[in-house]
């Protein structure tokens, strides 16, 4: 089950008119939308987006000294907090960083009064106090803490693709239902997320987990799942309408992290029964795709084949049926062992395909692929050709039964050989192993008719 982030509250309950639009000082850029100016390069403030918080800043969060002052003299607690995050922090990026793990250390979102839709006031001293705010109140906590850090910040109100947001269910981005901020460091315009980076809904549960995913985040990424109701608030060169808007597929961060695809697809995606995409993978990530058939709510087996080889990665889809079928990419970070979904679009296909594919596993392995057969089912008694990368495994073997035809190794991480399918098999493996005799880590099973 995918996890949507928790931003989203009724409109009525959150809505604003939002802050005036204020000319950028500083040092000049080439490039501006409206009265914004935007960054030259975003390598300095990306570096802030580790996905670690300051743990000095969490300390402070949890600081029983301050605890003592934090419901009686609010006034007193932020500034003594923002004297210490002044005193630790190297620059402006550094004070925005740390207010942001403040508030995801110290502030819960208020789940229970966000189902009963019975939000209570979201005025920075209440937030404070209660330790509980919905998107409004991490927003209004954030611009408190920075006019008290002396960074230029504001609020931004629009729509946003949070709990209960589905590529095919219809939307209108001109009904705002989220708040998150701009901030200005060095002159330039940055865009900012509390509520998001503090953690996500979960089958329906709130899960408290820390990211930097929405910090600094380029406004063109921004664009496929917030949309401001002020068009500068964007920080486009060319803002974008509310059905362009509509029109995109719900990307996140993480997936321009972690790779780019070109082109990039509609939020509903035509095909004719096939459709194959291509990314470029970044170094250390990878990317994994699941196909939902909307109206069983089941994935299609053996109907998707995904081939990775240094940087590039391409993913084969065969929809059986003409019915919708929902995309949801999965980005693989450095360090971690489960994928976190980061992107959805819909197929529409005008028409059924019968190709089918082995099973594919996500391995250990380093640019572990099979690029031979492609197609299954396999025919017994017939002869394939296997042609398999691997480029950090010595073994690589077609395994039928308790049989293992190694393939030959051409010693730059591919492996090839002329299998013939015995008649005797129902399903055929590809492993690889750095041991010959040892176990093998199977990358891919085919069935056999």
Known sequence: MKAKSIAVLLAAALWLAPTSVHAASGKASEKSAGAYVLPASYKQAYSYRTNMPHLETVALAKNKDLESIRISDTERYIYQVCDRISHMAANDFEKVKMAHDFLAALISYDIDNFWAGTVPAQDFASVIQTKKAVCEGYAKALKRFCDELKVPCEMVYGFSRGVGSSPFKEEDPTKPNHAWNIVRVNGEHYLVDCTWDAGHFENGELRRLYTTDWLFVKPKHMIYSHFPKNPDQQLLEKPISAQE????????????????????????????????????VKKGYRLSFNLINLATKTTPQNRMFIRSIGSKTKVNFSLP?????????????????????????????????????????????????????????????????????????????????????????????????????????????????????????IMARYKVE
Not at 253 to 259: H, I
Not at 264 to 271: L, V, Y
Not at 323 to 339: Q, S, T
Request: glycine share 6%; net charge positive; charged share 25%.
């Open 245 to 280: 808007f509509t029109a995109r597929p719900d990307f996140r961060p993480k997936l321009f992290d972690s790779a780019k695809t070109e082109p990039i697809p509609s939020k509903i995606q035509a095909c004719d029964g096939r459709y194959k995409m291509e990314f470029e």
């Open 321 to 441: 049926t003409k019915d919708d079928y929902e995309v949801v990419i999965f980005c693989w970070r450095p360090g971690l062992d489960k994928g976190v979904s980061c992107g959805y679009f819909i197929l529409k296909p005008s028409a059924s395909s019968d190709v089918q594919y082995p099973t594919t596993y996500l391995t250990k392995a380093t640019d572990a692929c099979v690029l031979e057969p492609i197609y299954a089912p396999l025919k017994k008694g017939q002869k394939y050709k296997f042609t398999v990368h691997v480029a950090d495994r010595k073994f690589v073997a077609v395994i039928c039964g308790k049989n293992f035809i190694q393939l030959k190794n051409n010693g730059k991480g591919d492996f090839s050989g002329e299998i013939e399918i015995p008649q005797n098999m129902d399903v055929v493996s590809v492993g690889h192993s750095n041991a010959e005799m040892k176990s093998y880590e």
